[in-house]
């Protein structure tokens, strides 16, 4: 299931990320994730789901949550904050 930015809780800014740009991808490599851009907050989320079988819509706002709350901003690469994720997945609830 993939969820689109009327899914989201909160405002993020929208710029358009260039066709063939990495960040447009959302897959977890070395690139960094403008957590303010609702374009690469939104395609990391759903590459987030598939890569880790999540399918409910919650799943997706949980993420979102954990991104804007508790994803310490150290972390910067896609990479990283999905092994974040998924290290802390059971650590917070909705």
């Known amino acids: 299931m993939n969820i689109?930015?009327?899914?989201?809780r909160h405002t993020y800014a929208m710029t358009p990320i260039p066709a063939g740009d990495p960040r447009?991808?959302?897959e977890?490599?070395?690139?960094n994730l403008n957590r303010?851009?609702?374009y690469e907050l939104l395609a990391f989320?759903?590459?987030f789901?598939?890569?880790y079988g999540l399918t409910e819509k919650d799943d997706a706002l949980r993420i979102e949550q954990m991104i804007r709350e508790y994803v310490p901003s150290c972390f910067m690469t896609r990479k990283n904050i999905s092994n974040w994720l998924h290290n802390h997945w059971s650590d917070w609830d909705q």
């Not at 689109?4 to 989201?8: I, P, Q």
């Not at 977890?28 to 690139?31: I, P, Q, R, V, Y």
């Open 45 to 47: 989320i759903n590459v």
């Open 36 to 38: 303010a851009n609702g």
């Open 28 to 31: 977890a490599d070395e690139t």
């Open 4 to 8: 689109t930015f009327d899914d989201l």
């Open 24 to 26: 447009g991808t959302g």
């Open 49 to 51: 789901m598939r890569d």
